[in-house]
């Protein structure tokens, strides 16, 4: 067995949890970044509750640390702040208001285009925060903007 874990499965070590900081500071600044086995992620706290996802908006890879917080049919999202998507916080669900077009006095319903944000695991251990990446099998939409392709378009540009 080898103890330095040089012999991991490379696989295995991105989704080792990774130390991101101090409970006592973002819970002063109620946000913070870092970068997790080479992808970007936010960590939001928001009423006693960490959230983490993936740093740049599904959508258009806007820079989700800097939207507000806000409270859309009672679930708190992060609205994005270059064209205003919604995302919940705790599951990644991008929200949106439908009207039925045959009934023009209705009122619009907030619906769920589904999970598009990859939401990442925090835990908090002695004082510190860690990151988990998410390992759910599924493709995500932002995704793109958190992996190769996409740093390649960054840094030739
Ligand atoms: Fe986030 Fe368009 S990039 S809403």
Known sequence: MNLNGSA??????????????????IKKSERMTAVVHDREVVIFYHRGEYHAMDI??????????????????GRPCIVC???KYKITLATGE???QSINPKDPSAKPKWCS?????????????????????????????????????????????
């Not at 991991?8 to 500071?25: F, I, L, M, N, T």
């Not at 925060?129 to 392709?149: H, M, Q, R, W």
């Open 8 to 25: 991991q499965d490379p696989e295995k070590r991105e989704y080792s949890s990774v130390c991101v900081g101090r409970e006592d500071d």
């Open 56 to 73: 740049r908006c599904y959508h258009s890879g806007g820079p989700l640390h800097l939207g507000d917080i806000e409270d859309f049919d």
């Open 81 to 83: 702040p270059w064209h």
């Open 94 to 96: 991008s929200l949106y």
């Open 113 to 157: 285009k589904g999970i598009k944000q990859r939401i990442h695991t925090v835990t908090v251990d002695n004082g510190n925060i860690y990151v988990t990446l998410s390992n759910e099998p599924f493709k995500c939409d932002s995704d793109f903007y958190a992996t190769g392709d996409f740093k390649v378009i960054k840094s030739s540009s």
